[in-house]
């Protein structure tokens, strides 16, 4: 089976633009939860999905944002983009979110840098 | 609020050495404490995971055990190889489902 894939590889913008990143879940997840890493530094939660539906959010401004489709596939958004927002985005999947039992499993990334 | 603090790296052992990687937590209520890997050109993987007290999580060798009197849960093998040589992250996941990962160690492990 396909592991996690994540979209594209990588992207170059200019501040002040917008960017889109994508993330296809392992088939039969259902959870999709988004990492931002920057070098040299953990992964940083941004958002958990589960069900088309937030159930997690970390500690980030509202120019980010994300939503989950009906397939369970993913899209972040960053709008208005700044130079710190240069970093690896990691998408991880999983088959729901709760307590006990949980696996993620972690996409390839994609590289975004602000310029 | 929450967070996890994991031992400075780079770090590095000779084959079959012992390797300790300290990794300490706070918390609310009750996380779950997990350890990834990251080998070098590849995406992170769970190495091992422990969701509640004096649960000791292993795998490939690796061990640590959820310590909630010294909240930490250190990452232990008795045995390093080559093949060890990657990053490891601590990670805890809070009650309110919100992801924490450490900064990550460097290993590396020479023949």
């Known amino acids: 089976d396909a592991g996690v894939t994540q979209s594209p590889t990588h992207l170059i913008k200019t501040r002040g633009q917008h960017v889109t990143l994508r993330c296809s879940p392992i088939s039969g997840h259902k959870s999709v939860s988004w990492y931002q890493q920057v070098l040299g530094q953990g992964p940083q939660f941004i958002f958990q999905?589960?069900?088309?539906?937030?159930?997690g959010r970390g500690n980030f401004p509202d120019r980010f944002s994300a939503r989950q489709f009906p397939n369970y596939s993913s899209e972040l958004n960053v709008n208005a983009l700044l130079l710190g927002d240069s970093a690896l985005y990691l998408c991880?999947?999983?088959?729901?979110?709760?307590?006990?039992?949980?696996?993620?499993?972690f996409g390839p990334g994609t590289r975004l840098t602000v310029t | 609020g929450d967070s996890v603090t994991q031992m400075e790296g780079p770090v590095t052992l000779s084959e079959e050495a012992c390797l300790t990687i300290?990794?300490?937590?706070?918390?609310?209520?009750?996380?779950?404490l997990f350890w990834y890997v990251q080998y070098p050109g590849e995406g992170l993987q769970l190495l091992l995971k422990?969701?509640?007290?004096?649960d000791k999580g292993s795998n490939k060798g690796f061990e640590a055990t959820y310590r909630k009197e010294t909240t930490s849960f250190h990452l232990e093998k008795g045995s390093v190889q080559v093949s060890d040589s990657a990053v490891y992250f601590c990670?805890?996941?809070?009650?309110?489902?919100?992801?924490?990962f450490g900064t990550g160690t460097s290993l590396t492990v020479i023949p």
């Open positions: 990670a805890l996941r809070s009650t309110g489902n919100q992801f924490y």
């Open positions: 999905y589960y069900e088309k539906e937030e159930r």
């Open positions: 422990a969701t509640k007290a004096d």
């Open positions: 991880a999947s999983s088959l729901a979110p709760g307590q006990g039992i949980y696996e993620q499993y």
């Open positions: 300290n990794c300490t937590y706070t918390a609310t209520g009750y996380p779950s």
